[in-house]
Nanobody
Framework: QVRLVESGGGLVQPGGSLRLSCAAS????????MGWYRQAPGKQREWVAD???????DYAGSVKGRFSISRDNAKNMLYLQMNSLKLEDTAVYYC??????????WGQGTQVTVSS
């Protein structure tokens, strides 16, 4: 049974930065990409970024150039560095397998609030 625990969210002013972490326990097939997703109030969950096993990354257009995804395979950790945060980045952020991969159980997410 895979368990995902996200952390690192908080309240930040526009233009600020946050680094999110995701700890994965259990077995996720090594060929799977890992990704970050977010859900803003009243909206559907949306994909943010993927990182493949070899380090190739992909980003949604709305975050490209501002967010950076990384992973530490040895520690089963996934990270999302978020810079130049905007009001519209406010959401609950989740990690899971990559966009085109079978999903595992979702964690509780971590709240990111961008506000002045």
């Amino acid at each position: 049974q895979v368990r995902l625990v996200e952390s690192g969210g908080g309240l930040v002013q526009p233009g600020g930065s946050l680094r999110l972490s995701c700890a994965a326990s259990g077995s996720i097939p090594s060929i799977y990409a890992m990704g970050w997703y977010r859900q803003a109030p009243g909206k559907q969950r949306e994909w943010v970024a993927d990182i493949y096993r070899g380090g190739i990354t992909d980003y949604a257009g709305s975050v490209k150039g501002r967010f950076s995804i990384s992973r530490d395979n040895a520690k089963n950790m996934l990270y999302l560095q978020m810079n130049s945060l905007k009001l519209e980045d406010t959401a609950v952020y989740y990690c899971n397998t990559g966009l085109h991969f079978t999903k595992v159980n979702w964690g509780q997410g971590t709240q990111v609030t961008v506000s002045s």
